[in-house]
């Protein structure tokens, strides 16, 4: 026997003959602890190195993923409640900019709150979206459907609405700002050298995410399904960083007491965030009018187009900046943005019409690649300035400040920029700012000299930039005889044919919505309206370039008109001079009250104060276009049912692009309204009661309107000539027929309407 004294531990036994079989007794107490200590740590940090590695990018993959999945889920869900106006777009971004930025703060707080992990928030986050799916969805349309039912008092309405929205969405945005901090901390593992990446990979999954949503998810699936494949890739995200923060060593450096980051960094943080917004939204704005607000891929691809060049950024830009930029601090890249934005002007100004890829690639590189690219960077290399130890704490507080910074440039737009300045004069304080950036504060000594003049000549060159450059980049437009009104809301223009400005196409962010003087299917709806019954009381929805309004005073016995637009920017541009001339002046007539809202918050508004209409003529929308679900579905028509009076009628021009369509919109209105009648299968009659037409006013009209130049070749003056292809619908024939719901917008995808023909 042989003792080995090992301080206070004695381990004995045989010795093995050389050559036997025979093991060494297990070692314990210390010798045992160092022995499998390092084995173990060996065996981990190669799983970390090689297995691991992979399993945190694909967790924050799949984070990013389903966050803003959820985002934009459930901001079109509250859009249903709160209305499409611009004022609702700010309250849903408003919150979820604060949410965010409380979110963030959660990671300054200790990190051994194992309820504030990385798998405790996105569980968190999956268990919220399941709720949405059980309990906020159907809470959503039963306040759509049936609170304004109940006559609520308009402005509690508004209150239990809006406040409704908030409960929903900050959660959400909350969650999904306190995973930030956590993704960052990754950082501090060994095999990720750069916040960057991660930062990177993060928007990457939600650039995915817009494309999956806009052509699989919202074309083939309700909400509630949407809902529930959220949580699940929510719950895979939480699973794998349980796992990974269970089996692996965390070699993450020690947290040293205190290491804030420096105070001109959050400054630069805030003000980059703050003009970054400002520029994001001005070119979403002119990729819209590009596109055409109607296309339910113009908003998606932009910001798809965006966060891969924005995520592209994250990945390269820090890790060669130092070796290019090594003492230049931020200014490069401050100065880089005028810089692109003047070569982008200079691009030519029209997009092929390829699809879906000439947007992504040349829309998209165009206006918003570049600059996306370089502000990808900002984040990952001023978080890159602390030290690792902290990087937790400081990506919560840069997180926070970005937020805030965000909320402030979606203000100054809101309130200043887009209703006061235009979206030239925007930008150009945009650009101002990034040069004040690189000057003053971040620069010193002789190297200010160089850069306050260089940027001084930036400056001035985007100021004195011809205004026809601008006009193309901003309208996609250069025709000398364009007159235009910017807003919250876009931007509505008239292009005028000739300097007579007589006539000339209306268009509302780059969508052609009416034609001055006459539209020939505005003409044929305001004919079929003169040969209702009754006409005392008229709602008419959505005014295109005033024709229809100007039609409808001329009818005998109208007392009163309520005309509902929800752009304020047509509004305000029917209502200038040179467009007022034109058109006879109809929206300043004494007996016409102009709402600058969406059809169907209005619809809800009126309702609660028993507001009642002799003829209603909907002029709203094609099936298809984007937002129209909405405002063809059978949740909409039973929201116009009160409004109709006994003895009414509602007259809707039901544009469509294919039967299925159409009789999805008819079935909607066959369910709640009890007599249905159509024209040529794009005029659709809905009343109470049988119609007693007045044919001989509408004859007159017929005769009135064949004696215009602009319609005498497309409207027909003989009698009854609008009854040869009108028909009373059977009701029965489309019981079989799913109409559209506010919750499945299938029609406003090009796939669902593909595979229905």
């Known amino acids: 026997m042989v003792e080995h004294v090992l301080g206070k531990n004695v381990v004995a036994g045989p010795i093995p003959a050389p050559g036997s079989t025979d093991t060494l007794p297990k070692p ?105 799916a059980v309990i906020i969805l159907p809470l959503l349309q039963f306040l759509s459907q049936q609170i304004i039912m109940r006559h609520i008092e308009s402005t509690l309405s508004q209150m239990i609405l809006y406040s409704t929205a908030v409960l929903c969405i900050l959660p959400a945005a909350i969650l999904s700002g306190a995973v930030i901090p956590k993704i960052m901390g990754y950082a501090r593992r060994d095999f990720f050298r750069s916040a960057g990446f991660l930062y990177g990979t993060y928007t990457i999954g939600s650039a995915l995410s817009i494309y999956v949503l806009v052509r699989i998810f919202l074309p083939l699936v309700d909400f509630r399904i949407t809902f529930l494949i959220i949580a699940g890739i929510f719950m895979t995200a939480a699973a794998l960083t349980r796992w990974i923060d269970r089996t692996t060593v965390d070699d993450r450096l020690r947290e040293t007491p205190n290491n804030p980051v420096r105070r001109n960094h959050l400054l630069m943080q805030f003000l980059s965030s703050t003009l970054a917004i400002i520029l994001e939204i001005s070119v979403f704005r002119a990729v819209s009018v590009t596109w055409g607000s109607s296309s339910p891929y113009a908003y998606p691809f932009a910001l798809l187009t965006y966060l891969v060049a924005y995520a592209a950024g994250s990945y390269i830009i820090p890790p060669l900046y130092k070796r290019v930029f090594p003492h230049a601090g931020l200014a490069p890249i401050f100065l880089l943005l005028p810089l692109v934005f003047v070569a982008s002007l200079l691009l030519p100004k029209t997009i092929p019409d390829q699809g879906l890829l000439s947007l992504f690639f040349i829309g998209g590189i165009e206006h918003a690649g570049l600059i996306a690219f370089l502000s990808g960077a900002f984040f990952p290399l001023l978080l890159g300035e602390g030290n690792a130890e902290n990087i937790e704490k400081n990506s919560s507080v840069l997180s926070f400040v970005s937020s805030m910074g965000t909320l402030l440039g979606g203000l100054f737009l809101l309130l200043i920029g887009f209703p006061l300045l235009g979206m030239r ?175 169907k918050t209005y619809a809800n508004a009126a309702a609660s104060v ?90 007159e009209t017929l005769e009135t309107y064949s004696k215009l130049p602009s319609l005498q070749n497309t409207l027909r003056h003989t009698p009854r000539w609008l009854f040869e292809k009108y028909e009373t619908l059977d009701k029965e024939a489309y019981t079989q027929v799913e109409p559209i719901h506010d919750m499945m917008p299938y029609f406003e995808y090009e796939e669902f309407a593909v595979r229905k023909k």
């Open 28 to 132: 314990t107490g210390i010798m045992h602890t160092h022995f499998h200590t390092q084995a173990t740590l060996h065996h981990e940090k190669k799983i970390q190195k090689y297995q691991v590695s992979a399993l945190i990018v694909a967790a924050i993959f799949f984070t990013g993923f389903a966050s803003l999945s959820y985002q934009v889920v459930i901001e079109r869900l509250i859009k249903l409640v709160i209305g499409g106006t611009a004022v609702s777009s700010f309250i849903v971004t408003f919150v979820t900019l604060v949410g965010m930025g409380i979110g963030a703060l959660t990671g300054i707080l200790p990190r051994e709150k194992k309820w504030l992990s990385y798998s405790a928030i996105t569980f968190v986050s999956a268990c919220y979206t399941v709720l949405s």
């Open 610 to 699: 028993n507001k009642s209409y002799t003829l209603i003529i909907d002029n709203l929308t094609v099936i298809g276009w984007s937002g129209s679900t909405p405002i063809r579905s059978v949740e909409y028509f039973r929201s116009m049912m009160p409004l109709l009076s006994d003895d009414g009628v509602y007259i809707i021009l039901m544009h469509h692009n294919t039967d299925a369509q159409y009789a999805a919109a008819v079935a909607g209105l066959t369910r709640v309204c009890p007599i249905v009648a159509s024209y040529d299968k794009k005029y659709v009659i809905c009343a109470k009661q049988e119609i007693a037409w007045n044919l001989d006013y509408m004859d």
């Open 425 to 599: 004069l925007s930008i150009l304080i945009a650009f101002a700012g990034y040069l004040y950036g690189a000057v003053v504060l971040l620069t010193a000594g002789d190297a200010k000299k160089y850069y306050s003049l260089l940027s001084l000549t930036l400056l001035l060159l985007l100021a004195f930039t011809p205004q026809t450059m601008w006009s193309g980049w901003i309208h996609r437009q250069v025709n000398p005889h364009m007159q235009y009104v910017e807003g919250q809301g876009g931007i509505a223009l008239i292009n005028w044919t000739d300097d007579s400005r007589t006539s000339g196409s209306v268009v509302i962010n780059g969508t052609i919505a009416s034609f001055i003087p006459y539209l020939v299917n505005h003409a044929t709806l305001a004919a079929l309206s003169s040969g209702a019954p009754n006409k005392d009381r008229v709602l008419i929805l959505g005014v295109g370039g005033g024709g229809i309004v100007r039609d409808v005073l001329e009818f005998p016995h109208v007392r009163a008109v309520d005309a509902v637009e929800w752009s304020r920017e047509l509004i305000m541009l029917l209502g200038t001079p040179t467009v007022s001339d034109v058109i006879a002046d109809p929206l300043k007539d004494s007996r016409v009250t102009v709402f600058a809202t969406d059809a």
